[in-house]
């Protein structure tokens, strides 16, 4: 029974659990381990106030040098502790590693050298966002991470992947962002009412829309699905509730339209927020209780009992009002400027995807594995420069930006060749190295990722460009105009309040 009494928005904090806000601490995500790549994803965290730690291949020969750095696999409601590091080229002490305020300050005492932001060096602080580079060995992301991930309420971990490896729908990450959006999935299957997807291009909407119908009671009914802003305005009723037999012209054969097709399962229209609104009006009827409709050309009033899973990069308030207050639960997806540490992970699947599409293309940058598996040559550069870049289409841009890093490699590894910053320089936001006659209690100075634009601003911006969505979003230096709905929606502002 589809249920339409409130609006329930999943992706608020509020609907993330108490232990959603659980104080964050400091971490370094392994992106890049070509001895070990199914390290790739552990985590290891740094507690405020803790004394040094010291990370290397292997334990201490005589079992001293002081408390080592462990990396953990973090799953909700379980973190599992793995082996100590093993790339040969790792001296047993090779970092000595303690936070620093809002970062890391490290230290290199082993024989591996180490880059930051392109340059050689013996000493950093490392901030949020910043990659750290043991040359040959290790590819380190510093970020922030809840001690442990809060268990999940609905979906379980006996459905998980393998670390690393996407789940049974598609979906591949380990950051914390995407166990929230696997539990809300389940939920929302659970959960049978209309509900709007929210997201940007490429944050996967079809593919988590494909999720809710497999988990739901309906999964062995159909599953329709169709980009709303492909209808021309004209057919919108022939193709979301079908004809009659003759009808418009003699001999033209019964079609059940989209909504008969869904009968019994589910029906996903993306770009919904694309429809007009005088055609959105089209769908008031039939998302009733009753789900009551007419064929073109038919006196006879017929049900479809459907549900309707719709997707936009668009303000729900951009939606009719009817509409919006008919879809009563709302999905955020995040997008991967909000699950940077999964951008590894994402780039080995999708390169192994191109591998299996276009293996005559690709073949010459891959390898066996022990066992058995290919696995992607990749230089550190790749990786650094998609873990700090902003996305606009999400894994969509990622693909693309993979295709074009193969098409410019001309060796058997693949590599970012344009748009890395010269040896010497930092791109903003990035470590600064310590000189040797850097005082060692003296933080060093360091450019900070620009903040957010305040509320004043946002009004500002808008009211400069007439509330021109697109337009107020690279005006403010946002990397989408669905980052600036969200912090529309945060300062409660709407477009004609500016």
């Given at each position: 029974?589809?249920?339409?009494?409130?609006t329930?928005?999943?992706?608020?904090?509020?609907?993330l659990?108490?232990?959603?806000?659980?104080?964050?601490?400091?971490?370094?995500?392994?992106?890049w381990?070509?001895?070990?790549?199914?390290?790739?994803?552990?985590?290891?965290?740094?507690?405020?106030?803790?004394g040094?730690r010291?990370?290397?291949?292997?334990?201490?020969?005589?079992?001293?040098?002081?408390e080592?750095?462990v990396?953990?696999?973090?799953?909700?409601?379980?973190?599992?502790?793995?082996?100590?590091?093993?790339?040969?080229?790792?001296?047993?002490?090779?970092?000595?590693?303690r936070?620093a305020?809002?970062?890391?300050?490290?230290?290199?005492?082993?024989?591996?050298a180490?880059?930051?932001?392109?340059?050689?060096?013996d000493?950093?602080?490392?901030?949020?966002?910043?990659?750290?580079?043991?040359?040959?060995?290790?590819?380190?992301f510093?970020t922030?991470?809840?001690?442990?991930?809060?268990p999940?309420?609905?979906?379980?971990?006996?459905?998980?992947?393998?670390?690393?490896?996407?789940?049974?729908?598609?979906?591949?990450?380990?950051?914390?962002?995407?166990?929230?959006?696997?539990?809300?999935?389940?939920w929302?299957?659970?959960?049978?009412?209309?509900?709007?997807?929210?997201?940007?291009?490429?944050?996967?909407?079809?593919?988590?829309?494909?999720?809710?119908?497999?988990?739901?009671?309906?999964?062995?009914?159909?599953?329709?699905?169709r980009?709303a802003?492909?209808?021309?305005?004209?057919?919108?009723?022939?193709?979301?509730f079908?004809?009659?037999?003759?009808?418009?012209?003699?001999?033209?054969?019964?079609?059940?339209?989209?909504?008969?097709?869904?009968?019994g399962?589910?029906?996903?229209?993306?770009?919904?927020?694309?429809?007009?609104?005088?055609?959105q009006?089209?769908?008031?009827?039939?998302?009733?209780?009753?789900?009551?409709?007419?064929?073109?050309?038919?006196?006879?009033?017929?049900?479809?009992?459907?549900?309707?899973?719709?997707?936009?990069?668009?303000?729900?308030?951009?939606?009719?009002?009817?509409?919006?207050?008919?879809?009563v639960?709302?999905?955020e997806?995040?997008?991967?400027?909000?699950?940077?540490?999964d951008?590894?992970?994402l780039i080995r699947?999708?390169?192994?995807?191109?591998a299996?599409?276009?293996?005559?293309?690709?073949?010459?940058?891959?390898?066996?594995?022990?066992?058995?598996?290919?696995?992607?040559?990749?230089?550190?550069?790749?990786?650094?420069h998609?873990l700090?870049?902003?996305?606009?289409?999400?894994?969509?841009?990622?693909d693309?930006?993979?295709?074009?890093?193969?098409?410019?490699?001309?060796?058997?590894?693949?590599?970012?060749?344009?748009?890395?910053?010269?040896?010497?320089?930092?791109?903003?936001?990035?470590?600064?190295?310590?000189?040797d006659?850097?005082?060692?209690?003296?933080?060093p100075?360091?450019?900070?990722?620009?903040?957010?634009?305040?509320?004043?601003?946002?009004?500002?911006?808008?009211?400069?460009?007439?509330?021109n969505?697109?337009?107020?979003?690279?005006?403010?230096g946002?990397?989408?105009?669905?980052?600036?709905?969200?912090?529309?929606r945060?300062?409660g502002?709407?477009?004609d309040?500016?």
């Open positions: 029974m589809i249920q339409r009494d409130s329930l928005d999943l992706g608020s904090s509020a609907a659990g108490p232990g959603h806000h659980e104080q964050e601490a400091l971490a370094l995500v392994i992106a381990a070509p001895a070990e790549p199914s390290r790739v994803g552990e985590v290891a965290l740094f507690e405020a106030g803790e040094a010291i990370l290397g291949r292997g334990a201490p020969a005589d079992g001293s040098g002081g080592r750095v990396f953990h696999r973090q799953r909700p409601g379980t973190t599992e502790r793995m082996p100590p590091l093993a790339s040969p080229g790792l001296s047993r002490e090779q970092l000595r590693i936070p305020g809002d970062g890391l300050r490290i230290e290199r005492i082993g024989k591996c180490m880059e930051v932001a392109g340059e050689r060096v000493r950093c602080v490392l901030a949020r966002g910043d990659t750290l580079l043991l040359r040959g060995q290790l590819l380190l510093c922030a991470r809840p001690r442990k991930l809060d999940l309420r609905t979906a379980s971990l006996d459905d998980a992947p393998p670390f690393g490896m996407p789940d049974a729908h598609g979906i591949l990450g380990e950051s914390p962002a995407v166990w929230r959006l696997r539990d809300r999935l389940a929302t299957a659970k959960a049978d009412a209309h509900t709007l997807l929210l997201g940007g291009s490429g944050s996967g909407k079809e593919l988590c829309a494909r999720a809710v119908h497999a988990l739901s009671a309906r999964a062995r009914g159909p599953f329709v699905a980009n802003a492909t209808i021309p305005g004209s057919l919108v009723d022939a193709e979301l079908g004809n009659v037999k003759g009808y418009p012209n003699p001999g033209m054969p019964e079609r059940p339209g989209l909504i008969g097709s869904a009968n399962g589910t029906l996903f229209l993306d770009e919904i927020g694309e429809l007009p609104q005088s055609l009006a089209n769908l008031l009827r039939v998302l009733d209780e009753g789900g009551e409709y007419h064929s073109l050309g038919g006196s006879t009033t017929r049900r479809s009992h459907f549900r309707l899973l719709g997707a936009t990069n668009r303000d729900p308030e951009a939606l009719k009002h009817d509409l919006a207050a008919r879809l639960l709302r999905l997806l995040p997008g991967l400027d909000e699950r940077r540490d951008v590894p992970l699947h999708l390169l192994g995807r191109a299996a599409r276009s293996p005559d293309a690709v073949r010459r940058f891959f390898t066996p594995s022990s066992d058995g598996a290919l696995e992607p040559n990749l230089r550190p550069s790749l990786i650094d998609l700090k870049r902003p996305y606009t289409t999400n894994i969509r841009e990622l693309a930006l993979l295709w074009r890093a193969m098409s410019t490699s001309s060796g058997d590894a693949i590599a970012w060749s344009d748009g890395a910053p010269p040896a010497g320089s930092a791109p903003p936001g990035a470590a600064q190295p310590l000189k006659d850097h005082p060692a209690d003296v933080e100075a360091r450019v900070r990722d620009a903040p957010e634009p305040s509320e004043a601003e946002v009004r500002a911006s808008l009211s400069a460009h007439d509330g969505i697109v337009r107020t979003a690279q005006a403010l946002l990397s989408s105009r669905y980052v600036l709905y969200r912090l529309m945060r300062y502002i709407t477009t309040a500016t």
